[in-house]
């Protein structure tokens, strides 16, 4: 029998012991890498009519955004399925080059 994966960094053990990616994955939670936060768009992304965008207001790095809840996620897949997930209620696009997520790739592109 395999043994039992434990994190580095914590107590936690990894229940399936034949996905050693999983606990590689969870042991990439202690260290600060790439986030994507649910901020929302831009308020120019919707109409003066459109009353439902007008909800819940947030600013990051001093921008105005409209419609996001703040959550955080560690993978961008993560923050896909919060968007898709309608009961949240959140907007956003993940690829906008207006979100601090994707703000480095800004000066890089030419």
């Not at 990439?28 to 003066?48: A, I, S």
């Not at 947030?58 to 923050?79: H, L, P, T």
């Not at 898709?84 to 979100?99: N, P, R, T």
């Amino acid at each position: 029998m395999p043994r039992a994966f434990k994190c580095r960094w914590c107590k936690y053990v990894q229940a399936n012991r034949k996905r050693k990616v999983d606990l590689e994955r969870h042991e990439k939670t202690h260290f600060t890498y790439e986030t994507y936060t649910c901020v929302g768009l831009p308020p120019d992304y919707f109409t003066q009519t459109d009353d439902s965008a007008r909800a819940r207001w947030a600013y990051c790095d001093s921008r105005e955004f409209v419609d996001g809840c703040g959550k955080i996620f560690n993978r961008r897949d993560s923050y896909i399925r919060h968007l898709c997930d309608s009961s949240k209620g959140c907007k956003g696009d993940v690829y906008g080059l207006w979100h601090p997520s994707n703000a480095k790739y800004i000066w890089t592109r030419v």
